[in-house]
């Protein structure tokens, strides 16, 4: 059995895998915001923590290094819609035990707390990527290196700001 704090700001899909994770016996807190998640980690011990990607406007990034100095025994999954190299490299450069895209089932969060991630780079499939998806993985890049901040990113990649944003609604692509 393992104490588990999953922090997102999807309410329904954390009482999913709160109920989901505890029919397995293991006993789940759940926090919605940042503050939530910082006040439950300095009150409980935590094996493992999934945190989203986005909680709200704030960057789970931002909020990663705040919970391993406060759970430095725990591991902590990024489990995100938004999936790309540089966040998933960035995340595990925070200290993040492993990175999952949304959606994934019980078994494979489950998993991804099991085995350590093999660096990032040997992972990537040999084939080359889509345009599509380049595209993204660089609008990610100026995102992060941005802190997150939409306006700054849309003027770094001479792009409209209202553009940037209907690009980072969309899910990336596979490949």
Do not use: C
């Not at 989901?20 to 919605?32: D, G, I, M, P, Y």
């Not at 094996?47 to 990663?64: M, P, T, Y």
């Not at 889509?130 to 290196?145: A, C, D, F, G």
């Amino acid at each position: 059995m393992k104490r588990i704090l999953l922090v997102d700001d999807e309410i329904h899909f954390v009482q999913v895998l709160a109920r989901s994770l505890t029919k397995l016996e293991h006993q789940v807190e759940t926090a919605n915001n940042s503050e939530e998640a910082l006040s439950l980690a300095d009150e409980h011990d935590f094996d493992w923590v999934v945190l989203d990607l986005r909680i709200a406007q704030e960057s789970g990034l931002k909020l990663l290094p705040d919970l391993k100095q406060r759970l430095p025994n725990s591991k902590i999954v990024i489990l995100t819609g938004f999936a790309s190299i540089a966040t998933a490299v960035e995340a595990i450069k925070l200290g993040a035990f492993n990175y999952l895209h949304k959606p994934a089932t019980i078994k494979e969060l489950l998993t991804a707390f099991e085995e350590q991630t093999e660096a990032l780079e040997t992972d990537i499939e040999e084939q080359p990527m889509s345009v599509e998806r380049l595209e993204w993985e660089h609008i990610q890049r100026v995102l992060n290196e941005h802190d997150g901040n939409i306006t700054l990113t849309a003027k770094a990649l001479n792009m409209h700001r209202r553009t940037l944003q209907r690009k980072l609604q969309k899910r990336p692509a596979r490949s």
